[in-house]
């Protein structure tokens, strides 16, 4: 039902007006037109306004709050990017809060202390080899990351073991270029 079917409703049962074909009844479907439109646009600017369920302006919003974009595509994960990046405090930098911000930017790495003082291991675990858009991944990593800590990025491919594993026939292999090959992994 529209604002305007809603107000006539309400003036109906009073007997005193005629609501139809009338410059009163006119008067109220314009009226009405405008506050549907309004109901809208509200409900728009209360969806953008939630991080949760924003969008599109919303997001971008947000997103103009910090130095760099997250690495996220879809609206859903920028979504849970910022709000990752708005939780960042003096207490997230245990490895388990790094990670859960990384993951919450859409950047597919872990964290792990190394065995040298001040130092963290960056892992791309489901990654073989370097990951596409790996220097705006680690612009990200490095920003999210304490400043006084030496990052190291560890890159992982594929073992000759594997390789043999898979009982490839020359043709098969002649296809495939040497950065394929170290990428193979299941």
């Known amino acids: 039902m ?17 609501l139809d074909q009338s410059c009163l009844g006119a008067e109220l479907e314009c009226v009405g037109e405008a506050m549907d439109r309004l109901e809208k ?8 306004m939630n991080l949760v369920t924003a969008r599109e302006e919303g ?11 997250p690495a996220a595509r879809q609206p859903e994960q920028m979504a849970q990017a910022l709000a990752a990046l708005t939780r960042i405090g003096g207490d997230s930098f245990t490895c388990e809060a790094m990670n859960h911000t990384l993951a919450g930017c859409g950047v597919n790495a872990r964290v792990r202390e190394s065995q040298q003082f001040n130092t963290v291991e960056v892992r791309f675990p489901d990654v073989a080899g370097i990951p596409e858009e790996f220097e ?14 030496l990052v190291r990025y560890m890159f992982w491919y594929q073992t000759w073991r594997q390789m043999e594993e898979r009982n490839m026939t020359w043709r ?5 270029r040497w950065d394929d090959l170290e990428k193979m992994v299941e």
Not at 59 to 69: G, I, K, S, T
Not at 136 to 149: G, K, N, Q
Request: hydrophobic fraction near 45%; avoid cysteine; glycine fraction near 2%.
């Open 2 to 18: 529209s604002y305007a079917q809603d107000m006539k409703a309400l003036l109906q049962p009073l007997g005193v007006y005629r």
């Open 41 to 48: 646009e509200l409900e728009r600017v209360q969806r953008e």
């Open 59 to 69: 997001l971008d919003q947000v997103a103009r709050l910090f130095a760099r974009r």
């Open 136 to 149: 705006r991944i680690r612009v990200l990593v490095e920003e999210i990351l304490p400043a006084h800590l």
């Open 172 to 176: 098969e292999l002649q296809q495939l």
